[in-house]
C-alpha cells in the first residue's frame, strides 16, 4: 500500500496550480486564435476540403495524445497545428453563415463565452469528484453521434434542434469536467492535453449553438 502511495506524483502546490492554469488557458488563446486564422484563410474553400481537414486535423489530435508523454514541445507544436486544421476543416461552414447570417456567429461567440465561463469556473470550484458524470456523458456522446448518423437518413421531426441541445448539455458537463482535472492535475506538463481538451469543448459548444442561431426562424 505505501510503495503504492508513493508511486502517485505529489499535488502541485497552489503556485504550481496557478501555473498550470494560466499557461494552460494560453495555449487554449493561442490555439483559438490559430483556429480563427485557420477559418480566413480557408473561407472560400470547399465543402469537400473541409472534410479533408476534419481527418487531418484529428489525426493531428491522435498523434498529440502520443507525443505528449515524450516531449511536451512537440505536443504544443501538434496542437497549435490541430487548431489551424480544425480552422480550415470550419471554413466553409463560418463562410456560409458569415455571408448568410453575420448575426448568428457573434451571438453564438457570446453565448458560448458565457457557458464556458460558467460551467468552467462551476467545475473548478466544485469539490464533487465528477469523473462518473464523465464517463455517462461520453457514452451520451457516442449515443448522439449515433443519432445524428441515423438523422441524416431517417427524418426525424425536429433532430437538428434536439441534436443541438442534448450536445450543448454534454459539452457543459464535459466543459465543468475538463476544468476539475486541470484543478487537480498532478504533472504541469499536462497543460498541452488539458488545453486540447478544453478547445474542444469550445469548439463544439460554439458549433452547436451557431446551428442554434442560425437556424431560427
Known amino acids: 500500500m505505501s510503495s503504492n502511495t508513493a508511486a502517485l506524483p505529489a499535488p502541485l502546490t497552489r503556485d504550481e496550480t496557478g ?14 486564435g490559430l483556429f480563427a486564422l485557420g477559418a480566413y484563410l480557408g473561407r472560400n474553400m470547399s465543402y469537400g476540403w473541409g472534410w479533408v481537414f476534419w481527418i487531418a486535423g484529428f489525426a493531428a489530435l491522435i498523434a498529440m495524445n ?3 508523454q515524450r516531449s511536451e514541445r512537440g505536443a504544443v507544436t501538434l496542437l497549435f497545428g ?28 457570446g453565448a458560448t463565452a458565457l457557458v464556458i465561463a460558467g460551467f468552467g469556473a462551476a467545475g473548478y470550484a ?43 448539455v454534454i459539452f457543459a458537463g464535459l466543459t465543468a469536467y475538463d476544468f476539475q482535472r486541470l484543478r487537480n492535475a498532478r504533472d504541469i506538463r499536462t497543460a498541452p492535453l488539458l488545453a486540447a481538451s478544453i478547445f474542444l469543448d469550445v469548439l463544439n459548444v460554439f458549433l452547436l449553438l451557431l446551428s442554434l442561431f442560425g437556424n431560427r426562424d
Open 66 to 68: 502520443a507525443v505528449a
Open 19 to 32: 501555473t498550470l492554469f494560466g499557461q494552460t488557458m494560453g495555449l487554449v488563446a493561442v490555439t483559438a
Open 126 to 168: 466544485t469539490r464533487r469528484d465528477l469523473s462518473g458524470m464523465a464517463r455517462a456523458l461520453f457514452w451520451a456522446l457516442i449515443a448522439l453521434i449515433v443519432f445524428g448518423i441515423v438523422a441524416i437518413f431517417v427524418r426525424i421531426p425536429h433532430s437538428s434542434l434536439i441534436y443541438a441541445v442534448v450536445g450543448l
Open 82 to 109: 490541430f487548431g489551424v486544421l480544425i480552422g480550415l476543416a470550419s471554413a466553409p461552414t463560418l463562410s456560409y453563415y458569415a455571408s448568410t447570417n453575420p448575426q448568428a456567429l457573434w451571438q453564438a461567440g
